[in-house]
C-alpha cells in the first residue's frame, strides 16, 4: 500500500479485554468473574430470600439481566441484576463484566 493510500476498517462489535486467566471463549459464552464474596438472592434486591453463595474468583454464566434494588458493590453502583440460574441472582456489581451496561439480553 503506497504511503498516501488508506484502508477503510469497519467495526462490527466489540470484546471486552480478557482478565488473566479468562479465555476468549468464556467472555464468548457470557462466563464473568465474581470479583468479591456476593450471596445469591432469589429475586433482583437484598430482600429477596438468599438461596446461596458465590466466593471472590468464581465463574457465571450470565443467563440475563434484568433491573432491580440499587446495590453499591466492588465494581460500582448499579440497579442491574444478573441471573445465573433459576431463581438466582447476584447484583452486578459483584461481577466483573468489563461494562457499567447491560451485557446479556434482559430477562
Known sequence: MAPEETEAVEAVGTVEAA?????????????????ADVNVRSGPGTSYRKVGRLSAGSRVTIACQKPGETVTGPTGTSKIWDRIGSGRYVSDTYVRTGSSGYVAPRC
Open 19 to 35: 482478565e488473566p486467566g479468562e479465555t476468549a471463549e468464556a467472555l464468548a459464552a457470557g462466563t464473568y468473574s465474581i470479583v
